[in-house]
């Protein structure tokens, strides 16, 4: 198991009513963090990708997960 001194940084590229972006997990909302914050501890991986998330009438498709490590 490796051990890194900073905390582990999500940035996110998904598409959100079929325009591509790119966004912090901490810029979300609590409820929608959380339920990505699951999605991520789903995945053992730097990488997770192509989850489909319906909120609030908004289409969410999450195309990768990025996991950046700050120093």
């Given at each position: 198991m490796f051990y890194f001194k900073s905390r582990p940084?999500?940035?996110i590229l998904y598409s959100f009513n079929n325009k591509t972006q790119t966004k912090s997990l901490e810029t979300f909302s609590y409820?929608?963090?959380n339920l990505l914050a699951i999605l991520?501890?789903?995945s053992?991986?730097?990488f997770y990708?192509?989850?489909i998330i319906?909120?609030?009438g908004s289409i969410f498709t999450f195309v990768w997960f990025i996991k950046i490590y700050k120093t």
């Open positions: 940084h999500w940035v409820k929608t963090a991520v501890l789903e053992t991986l730097n990708k192509s989850k319906e909120t609030k």
